[in-house]
């Protein structure tokens, strides 16, 4: 979702979208991240950063760099939380192609 604001475009990533950055499936979500210009905004919720990290395995090859990239970048806001659900976690995995 792009939302305009103050002349700046803001980028919402879903939990799908962050699982696909820190699983390498989404080429253009890692160059979002990784050469985040002052033209744009990248912002999430608490919530969807929580369901994103609760859907990785110990089997995945996840780095932890791109996480400590993704906190310098995005512009993580508050939201209502609820349970990670095993089939939750089904659930984004297959949205994500993991």
Do not use: W
Request: charged share 30%; net charge neutral.
């Amino acid at each position: 979702m792009v939302k305009m604001n103050d002349s700046k475009q803001t980028y919402y990533l879903t939990s799908e979208a962050i699982l696909k950055y820190f699983m390498s499936n989404s080429e253009h979500i890692e160059t979002l991240i990784l050469c985040k210009g002052t033209e744009i905004n990248i912002a999430t919720t608490d919530f969807n950063l929580y369901e994103a990290l609760g859907s990785i395995e110990n089997r995945d090859n996840f780095s932890l760099s791109k996480l400590i990239k993704f906190l310098e970048v995005v512009k993580i806001e508050p939201a209502p939380k609820k349970i990670l659900t095993h089939e939750r976690v089904e659930e984004l995995r297959k949205l994500s192609k993991i």
